[in-house]
Nanobody
Framework: QVQLVESGGGLVQAGDSLRLSCAVS????????WGWFRQAPGKEREFVAG????????YYKDSVKGRFTISRDNAKNTVYLQMNSLKPEDTAVYYC??????????????WGQGTQVTVSS
């Protein structure tokens, strides 16, 4: 079993930055692929960024490329999402997830409770 706890969300203005953290406990951190998802009101959850267990494969949703950076610190059992140049359309609840990457297919089995990010214009 894996437990995930997100933190770092908040209310910011457009153009500001935030860093989300996902603290992980339970089974071996380094063996998982990790992802960040988000869900805005009335919309489906979307895959924002992912990083493989080795860090060698990284995925970004097109709309966040160049602005968001996903990283992992195996020593601290923590996954991060650095978000720069935030836009109002980035407003959502952000979720951390743990899973596997098989080829080019991401599959996530464990989820955090989410952290709210609100970007005002």
């Amino acid at each position: 079993q894996v437990q995930l706890v997100e933190s770092g969300g908040g209310l910011v203005q457009a153009g500001d930055s935030l860093r989300l953290s996902c603290a992980v406990s339970g089974r071996t951190f380094s063996s998982y692929a990790w992802g960040w998802f988000r869900q805005a009101p009335g919309k489906e959850r979307e895959f924002v960024a992912g990083i493989s267990w080795s860090g060698g494969m990284i995925y970004y949703k097109d709309s966040v490329k160049g602005r968001f950076t996903i990283s992992r610190d195996n020593a601290k059992n923590t996954v991060y999402l650095q978000m720069n140049s935030l836009k109002p359309e980035d407003t959502a609840v952000y979720y951390c997830a743990a899973g596997v990457l098989a080829g080019t297919t991401w599959k996530f089995d464990y989820w955090g409770q989410g952290t709210q990010v609100t970007v005002s214009s």
